[in-house]
């Protein structure tokens, strides 16, 4: 079922999700969750979403990045379910992306993150699982799990300048992350 998306401002983005029990993953309730949390990905047109923000304080997240994402990067990542996840820097080294969220509709920000780093977590069938990410792909994993924390990534813009609607950005700012690093 395609769920209403929570926006910048309602409570639920800022508090730090649960925990999921090993008895929750393997209920009803929880598959219906991850299939709410597709349906509203696929319908909104966003390339992950997390649980808090269909209202749900709860610690998993969804990512499905195809080759033609609409930020135009050539990396993708089958569907993945996200739970309890834990994350690992594995460089100092950062990079910046202009990044948008389906919870802040129509800005795009440019945010420094690190550029390699390694999650821990478990799938949505209870199995461990490790996956390494660098570039594109570890921003947009840095992206999801942050709603898991509480954190938008407007918390992460250093130059508030480059934080812009989607239009301005379009006209003005595009491309312009090359200059930048
Ligand atoms: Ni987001």
Not at 11 to 30: H, M, N
Not at 49 to 75: D, K, M, Y
Not at 148 to 154: A, E, M, N, P
């Amino acid at each position: 079922m395609i769920r209403e998306i929570c926006r910048m401002g309602h409570p639920v983005l800022r508090l730090k999700a649960e925990e999921i029990s090993p008895e929750f993953l393997l209920s009803d309730e929880f598959r219906q969750l991850v299939v709410d949390m597709r349906d509203s990905m696929k319908h909104y047109g966003g390339i992950g979403i997390a649980a808090p923000q269909i209202g749900v304080s709860l610690q998993t997240a969804i990512i499905e990045l195809g080759p033609t994402n609409r930020f135009g990067e050539q990396v993708s990542l089958p569907f993945t379910v996200f739970v309890n996840p834990q994350l690992e820097f594995l460089t100092d080294e950062s990079q910046g992306f202009w990044e948008g969220c389906l919870s802040v509709p129509g800005l795009r920000g440019f945010v420094e993150r690190p550029k390699k780093l390694k999650i821990n977590f478990l799938s949505e069938t209870g199995e461990e699982k490790e996956i390494i990410a660098e570039g594109f792909l570890a921003t947009v994993i840095q992206h999801e799990l942050d709603h898991l924390f509480g954190v938008l990534y407007v918390d992460r813009i250093k130059d508030l300048s480059l934080l812009s609607y989607q239009e301005e950005y379009d006209e003005f700012l595009s491309g312009k992350e090359e200059e930048l690093e």
